[in-house]
């Protein structure tokens, strides 16, 4: 069935962010008194809010001080103006869904001033998206709540049960599921167990969303 409304994830499907924020937050909590494996901060962290990240980092007795998450913003934005590369493939998937005519937004648990950075630093896709991006801070509550999902259909005027979420977290999987919406979970490496488990159905390559969302 092709979807009257394609809802993305922004870090890790629109850009190509989610690598160097992982090394930074491996590092920065290895220094508080936390040391994670790449690999199990990815599976604690991804799709997280910077304050869930926070909260979950300190039940495990990371020490960091009341302040870090506006900290850890600051380094990390200072970061992604140097550089953040859009994912393959994903201005052509858009080129395909204005070719038929079907909108699309980004929802993401990052913050405005994030997106700002990482997609501002490509203007013709910054243009193309503007008004069209919706942020956890636009809503009670981040995913896995449904709330920015249905915030993103809502503005749309389009039924849960017409969109498709393009994620690559399960904590994003979960919540297009609790939205009521299909899922399709972007996994470059791997074979997207984490994504399966939350009900979506797992991609490897950009340049197959098309033919997966029938367009």
Same mark, same amino acid.
């Given at each position: 069935m092709t979807p009257e409304l394609v809802i993305f994830d922004c870090d890790g499907v629109i850009v190509?962010?989610?690598g160097p924020t992982l090394h930074m937050l491996r590092d920065d909590? &290895? &220094?508080r008194g936390l040391d994670l494996p790449l690999d199990r901060a990815m599976d604690m962290f991804i799709g997280a809010t910077m304050s869930g990240v926070a909260a979950k980092a300190r039940s495990h007795g990371a020490n960091l001080p009341p302040d870090w998450v506006e900290g850890f913003y600051d380094r990390l934005y200072a970061r992604l103006k140097q550089g953040t590369p859009l994912i &393959?493939?994903?201005e052509t998937v858009l080129d395909r869904l204005d070719g038929a005519s079907i909108p699309y937004c980004v929802g993401s648990n990052g913050r405005h001033a994030k997106m700002a950075i990482t997609i501002g630093q490509h203007q &013709?896709?910054?243009?193309r998206l503007s008004g069209r991006l919706y942020a956890a801070e636009d809503v009670p509550a981040p995913k896995p709540a449904p709330d920015l999902f249905l915030h993103a259909a809502r503005a749309f005027d389009i039924a849960p049960a017409q969109c498709v979420v393009i994620e690559d977290s399960a904590t994003g999987a979960r919540a297009a599921r609790a939205a009521g919406m299909r899922c399709f979970g972007y996994a470059p490496d791997g074979d997207g167990a984490h994504l399966a488990a939350q009900g979506a159905t797992v991609f490897h390559a950009m340049p197959d969303l098309p033919a997966l969302l029938s367009i």
């Open positions: 190509d962010s989610e909590l &290895a &220094a &393959a493939g994903i &013709a896709l910054w243009n």
